[in-house]
């Protein structure tokens, strides 16, 4: 493996004086994946295939019922079989809400709140040895991750717990955690940051440049969006639509997780108050290294 201390950087961050905007920075995440596609992709997928699939798997057990409710009704007459319209349709029109909202819930704290954030962590480790020149391969990668795997957790699950109670709450708080939290699991494998420590950290680095963060969410949720619409246009049950949505979202997310990597780079050389450097970015790899 190329020693990074020693390496020509791979890309002009975070060496880099000027500024990126957030075309440059998405152009420079997309050369980075049709150079790296394989590892990336090895990469994200370690994790995020078995936890699509069990996200799949759960998402359709507690949403069975729902199907059921729709299927029991007088073909004819569109009224449910062997009870009356006001009671049965008011009682089945709760248990629907409240088994959707129980698999949002389960379903996306485990993808969102765990899964997704340590493929993030991943991904921007393997950006960060493909710029400092590395060559690691997928094991040495999740290995330098699951060193902080504790430091990770202890970062990522208060955040997707805060951001999942904002999404109950008539959805926009949920929105504006999930934003100003975009760089936690970033914070806490270079910087070594956990708790609620990281939250301060992550907020304080997306208040500093909150226009392009915004920018690349955006990219990254009509990303999600197509994926969406595409798993839907395709006739499948429950399982095998959210499976096939998942599957699309892990082939594009590389896209705009190197995209924030790059910006997180950028954002620490403008704002960190002792600077960041190609040295700097070399030192926090090595000490993943270390453990």
């Known amino acids: 493996m ?4 020693t390496a020509t950087p791979d890309g002009d961050l975070p060496g880099d004086v000027s500024e990126k905007g957030v075309l440059d920075l998405l152009a420079r995440a997309l050369d980075l994946y ?14 995020f295939i078995p936890g699509a699939l069990a996200h799949a798997c759960a998402r359709a057990a507690i949403l069975a019922p729902t199907v059921a409710l729709a299927v029991a009704v ?23 809400v409240l088994l959707g909202l ?7 704290l485990f ?4 899964v997704v954030p340590l493929t993030h ?25 699951f060193k902080r795997l504790g430091t990770v957790l202890s970062a990522v699950i208060p955040a997707a717990l805060l951001t999942g109670v904002g999404f109950f709450f008539l959805i926009v708080p949920g929105l504006v955690l999930a934003f100003f939290f975009a760089f936690v699991p970033t914070i806490a494998l270079f910087e070594g940051i956990g708790g609620t420590a990281a939250l301060r950290r992550s907020y304080q680095l997306v208040k500093s440049d909150w226009l392009r963060m915004l920018l690349v969410l ?13 798993a839907g246009v395709i006739p499948a049950g429950l399982f095998l639509s959210r499976l096939l949505q998942d599957a699309l979202t892990l082939l594009a997310m590389p896209i705009p997780v190197l995209g924030s990597v790059l910006l997180y780079f ?3 050389r403008k704002h960190d108050p002792d600077g960041f450097s190609d040295q700097k970015l070399a030192d926090e790899m090595q000490a993943l290294r270390n453990g």
Not at 2 to 5: A, S
Request: hydrophobic fraction near 60%; glycine fraction near 8%.
């Open 218 to 230: 955006i990219v990254f949720g009509l990303i999600s969006a197509v994926a969406q619409f595409l």
């Open 111 to 114: 993808l969102h709140g765990i």
């Open 121 to 145: 962590g991943a991904l921007a480790l393997a950006a960060a040895d493909r710029i400092a020149g590395g060559n690691a391969g997928w094991r040495e990668i999740w290995a330098w991750l």
């Open 34 to 47: 049709k150079e790296h596609a394989k590892v990336f992709l090895t990469v994200a997928a370690v994790v």
């Open 2 to 5: 190329t020693d990074p201390q």
């Open 102 to 108: 129980l698999a949002a819930a389960v379903t996306g």
């Open 266 to 268: 950028d954002v620490r």
């Open 74 to 96: 007088d073909p004819a007459t569109h009224l449910p079989i062997a009870a009356p319209f006001a009671t049965t349709s008011v009682v089945a029109g709760f248990t629907v």
